[in-house]
């Protein structure tokens, strides 16, 4: 099974990215964030539960999160491998993905990480407000998330780090040379 992390900040192409990689590598793409806002979406008591830490751009309780991303696995018996994008975004998180997947034989491959500099994050959230309205991407909150981002979520780093198993690979440029990029990292693997 091939299991990856897709790691980077908010606006770096992980959404992007997965949609290729997961067509390419006949993978299922698990996104924690497009999951909470379908429950949003579809009202229901986990979505009213996250709704405004969402759109606070703070993160939902690990407890929650983890239940969430192990029901979507549980779903998906017959997946060749995943995709996680968004997940993990903590060290529980990360620590709580090892043992779930450790329990079913399983483990992460492999933790690639989308390198943009932060100017090119907040130009390209400008861009995507204009498409897709999403309540949490005006500026405020944008500041916030990343600023999430950069205090707890680059922990995770070092810790799939010590495993061996980080590899970065930037997140600037054409679509398909940033996917190139990943594909030769995936093949090496
Ligand atoms: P971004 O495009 O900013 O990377 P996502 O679409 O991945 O954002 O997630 C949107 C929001 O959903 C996050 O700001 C956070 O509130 C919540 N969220 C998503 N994944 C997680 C997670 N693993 N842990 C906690 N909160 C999460």
New binding site residues.
């Given amino acids: 099974m091939l299991n990856l992390v897709l790691f980077g900040?908010?606006?770096?192409g992980?959404?992007t990215q997965s949609e290729k990689l997961i067509a390419y590598y006949q993978l299922v793409h698990i996104?924690?964030?497009?999951i909470?806002?379908a429950h949003i979406k579809n009202h229901t008591a986990l979505g009213q539960q996250?709704s405004q830490?969402?759109t606070d751009?703070?993160?939902?309780?690990?407890a929650i999160?983890i239940a969430m991303?192990e029901e979507e696995v549980k779903q998906n018996p017959q997946a060749k491998g995943f995709i996680f994008?968004?997940?993990?975004?903590?060290v529980t998180?990360a620590e709580a993905l090892d043992a779930f997947l450790t329990s079913k034989n399983q483990q992460i491959t492999a933790v690639i990480a989308l390198d943009v500099t932060q100017e090119e994050l907040t130009n390209r959230i400008a861009e995507r407000k204009k498409l897709t309205n999403r309540p949490?991407d005006d500026a405020e909150k944008l500041k916030k998330?990343i600023d999430?981002?950069f205090t707890k979520t680059i922990q995770v780093l070092p810790y799939y780090e010590a495993q061996g198993k980080l590899d970065k690979v930037n997140g600037i440029g054409e679509i398909d040379t940033i996917f190139a990029d990943l594909c030769k990292v995936i093949d090496s693997l």
Avoid at 57 to 62: F, I, N, Q, R, S
């Fill in positions: 900040p908010p606006g770096a992980k959404g996104s924690t964030g497009d909470f806002r996250v830490l969402i751009g703070k993160l939902v309780p690990d999160t991303l994008d968004g997940f993990p975004r903590t998180q949490d998330r999430e981002y």
